[in-house]
């Protein structure tokens, strides 16, 4: 009942007189056993105590009554029966047989407890908690200790009981059935939370009571109440929605090592956000590995009857999607983490705050993350350990409604109709989903790396010093930065990622199986070099399992194949653009730099000799300025280390050719002598939506207030109307989710200010920047031997 090892028994001069046992039994079957237990010298076997045992419920009002007032110092040890499902295949865990028949195993019903204890003994143990002395728990206790009456501290005895005994259960039938108990009732009990509610009332001029109940109401909409039962059936249930579908690629051996780190720390794990099945895929792996289940939090737009309640059961926290200014149901959540934190709960969220519509990564949303740091700085919580997951798949069945989103589509509400639709959906193999593991960040030590001060928050309308709150926002964003480059870092690069590069890069024109394989190999020799982490890239290189891919990418819609010629051509679908890019982008971080390079080098061939290699480092960092919203750049120092690198894998002499301060013309030949260039295949669709945002901004003579919303809905159809003027590339830069990132550098750099000064000459002036952006990447094009018709 306290947070240390158990102690080793008491020497004779201090063992304690007297026993008491806290009995948690819900029938008079348990009642009998657990008497028979202590009859026959339980507590003296299990504890090493041999004292007299009073036996007292575990119930608040039976221990104010018999416990708390006492004056000598027992030792009390919560006793509960444990029963157990049968053996089933080495395992113990419930099947939906057992549902069938109405039967619990971990909770059978009184005759059925019966029966097993005539029939099946080994189904059923009595367990005990960590024992402590009456003493140890009021100095472990004592703002409850020390209230008034006796009700506050027997709760908080209770509670103690039940999670030691929860925790001793644990032990037997495994760390994945870890799950809370009482919580609501032991924050609404805390008085540090009581203070806060009482600092929010007279903040905010509303009444305590008021406040108190609007607290309640929110912990008990948030609050998972998990179910060792509904997890079992609900794994068991989900369990072929992915496996039917995907073969699940696990990094088993960094499952390994954040199983022993959890023994020590929390776990927050923050995936990549694809796919709806993400939870299950992620869920499954890590109850394979017997993780504790995650604390899972998501968007109150999926708690729909009946998958909300069942979430609830299984861990899932419904959080709403916007707080406004509920400073009641602002200081519920931070509560609420901070509880799951200290007592060592996992959670997990997808921090970019929903599902990718273009297969990179989203920006990230700090709300989630700003709690935690929160809790870190209360000293609520040491530390806890942040893991970036990788969630990629080869082929996603659901990328239909993705696209049709990014065309300027409605969302489908998600509902009962919805979920049978996608569950049928996903009958269809769909290859690989590769599950891994970025390398666990220490949230305490990265917040102090980036100055956040760590200092405790004052109560609601206490000044706060606005450095303070500026570093402690700055420490955050950059953290959440790096959980995102650990993402990246461990992101593979699969087959449909590589062949829909390929293809993409082509510009409508179809190529022969031999074409696509020649294509691929340099590209395959580049990331070979780099060390790159990657699918099954290795069959790329056959015509047989090239075709295989190509073949299922043709089933999946995605590829064309026209075979009434001398041979099969493939080329990506007509409408299905923003779907092959979704697959593309995938793994098009790997390449931004090099696609930078290329624009860098260009530039400075054209630039005058004494000033070619400061024009190569402008136009570079120019680049990594447009695109900072689209992708997660290093600091400058660190990104110019990158480019130099990737200078040197196209010309291992570069320090010697650049040290008189020219390129010269022959660099040309080096970067084309890689045998593939960049640029075109991974910036083009970003710019050309950068410059949909920015005519329609320098067509407005006359700025004023924009529309964000009507804004990008003339985007999508001055889109359109581009694209068939062929002033756009491809079709997969008609996307409001690129338009949206545009419109956030536009009003970065100052263009959606309707006071600021030459706003109309700035806005034309980078609309024309974009437009000479495009004439140069088209020409990276045209050096490109997969685009030239003598080098094929």
């Known amino acids: ?43 003296l076997a299990e504890v090493g105590v041999d004292a007299p045992v009073t036996q007292l419920d575990l119930d608040a009002a039976a221990v104010a009554d018999r416990l708390v007032g006492r004056r000598d110092d027992p030792l009390v040890v919560p006793v509960r029966v444990v029963w157990l499902p049968p053996e089933r295949d080495g395992v113990r865990r419930t099947t939906f047989a057992d549902l069938v028949f109405f039967n619990d195993p971990r909770r059978p019903n009184r005759l059925r407890q019966r029966r097993l204890v005539a029939k099946a003994p080994d189904r059923h143990l009595v367990l005990t908690g960590q024992p402590a002395r009456l003493s140890e728990l009021r100095a472990n206790h004592p703002e409850a200790a020390d209230r008034s009456g006796t009700e506050p501290f027997a709760r908080a005895i209770v509670r103690a009981g039940t999670v030691a005994l929860e925790r001793a259960e644990r032990a037997v039938i495994g760390d994945r059935y870890k799950v809370p108990r009482l919580v609501a009732e032991e924050i609404l009990d805390s008085p540090e939370f009581l203070h806060r509610l009482d600092a929010i009332a007279v903040h905010t001029g509303t009444g305590s009571r008021e406040v108190y109940r609007r607290a309640e109401k929110g912990l008990r909409e948030l609050v998972a109440a998990q179910s060792r039962l509904v997890s079992d059936l609900f794994t068991q249930a989900m369990r072929p929605v992915h496996a039917w579908t995907w073969k699940v690629d696990s990094d088993v051996g960094r499952l390994d090592e954040l199983r022993r780190l959890n023994r020590r720390h929390s776990l927050v794990f923050l995936p990549s956000h694809r796919s709806y099945v993400d939870a299950f895929v992620l869920g499954d792996a890590l109850a394979r590995h017997d993780f504790p289940p995650n604390h899972v939090v998501g968007g109150m737009n999926l708690g729909f009857w009946p998958m909300g309640p ?286 930078i390079l290329e624009l860098a080098v260009l530039a400075a061939v054209d630039a005058p000799p004494g000033a070619q290699l400061d024009t190569g480092w402008e136009i570079a960092y120019r680049l990594r300025d447009l695109l900072k919203f689209e992708f997660f750049f290093p600091e400058r120092t660190e990104f110019a280390a990158q480019l130099t690198a990737e200078m040197l894998l196209v010309d291992p002499h570069w320090h010697e050719r650049t040290a008189a301060g020219t390129v010269g013309t022959d660099i040309l030949a080096e970067l084309t002598g890689t045998g593939f260039m960049m640029a075109h295949r991974v910036l083009r669709s970003f710019f050309d939506a950068q410059l949909v945002v920015a005519e329609r901004l320098a067509a407005d003579t006359e700025p004023g207030p924009l529309d964000r919303k009507q804004f990008l809905a003339e985007c999508l159809a001055a889109g359109r109307q581009m694209l068939l003027q062929q002033r756009l590339h491809s079709p997969e830069s008609v996307s409001t989710e690129l338009f949206t990132s545009a419109l956030k550098l536009a009003e970065n750099h100052g263009l959606l200010d309707p006071d600021g000064p030459d706003l109309h000459a700035r806005r034309v002036a980078f609309a024309a920047e974009l437009r000479a952006l495009g004439t140069r990447i088209s020409y990276a094009a045209s050096l490109d031997p997969a685009n030239r018709p003598e080098q094929r």
């Open 1 to 43: 009942m306290i947070d240390h090892p158990q102690p080793s028994p008491a020497p004779p001069d201090t063992a304690p007189h007297s026993v008491v046992a806290l009995v948690d039994a819900s029938s008079s079957v348990e009642r009998t056993l657990i008497g028979d237990w202590l009859a026959a010298g339980g507590i």
């Open 310 to 595: 069942i979430a609830r059961r299984t861990g899932t926290i419904f959080i709403r999607r916007s707080f406004g200014d509920d400073e009641v149901y602002k200081a519920v959540v931070e509560e609420y983490f901070a509880y799951l934190l200290a007592k060592r709960f996992n959670l997990e969220w997808y921090f970019e705050g929903g599902r990718t519509r273009t297969g990179k990564l989203r920006p990230p949303r700090y709300g989630l993350l700003n709690y935690l740091a929160a809790a870190i700085r209360s000293r609520r919580v040491d530390d806890v350990m942040l893991v970036p997951v990788s969630i990629t798949y080869e082929r996603l069945n659901e990328l239909g409604a993705i696209a049709s989103e990014q065309a300027g589509g409605t969302k489908e509400p998600e509902g009962l109709t919805w979920m049978a639709r996608y569950i049928r959906n996903q009958q269809h193999s769909a290859g690989h989903v590769y599950l891994r593991f970025g390398a666990p960040l220490s949230a305490r030590e990265r917040l102090a790396a980036h100055g956040d001060p760590l200092v405790p928050a004052p109560d609601p309308g206490a000044p706060v010093a606005p450095d303070t709150t500026e570093r402690e926002r700055n420490a955050v964003q950059r953290l959440a930065f790096e959980v995102a480059v650990g993402i990246n870092a461990v992101t593979p690069i699969t087959v449909n990622a590589l062949v829909t590069l390929v293809l993409l890069g082509v510009h409508e024109r179809a190529l022969t199986l031999g074409e696509v394989r020649r294509t691929l190999e340099p590209v395959r020799g580049y990331i070979r070099r780099r060390g790159l982490p990657g699918g099954e890239l290795d069959s790329l290189g056959a015509d047989h399992s090239l075709s295989v891919v190509l073949e299922q990418l043709s089933r999946a819609k995605v590829v064309t194949v026209f075979r009434g010629g001398l041979e099969p051509v493939y080329s990506i679908e007509t409408g299905a653009h923003l779907e092959a890019a979704f697959y593309r982008n995938s793994a098009v971080h790997w390449f931004v730099n090099r696609a």
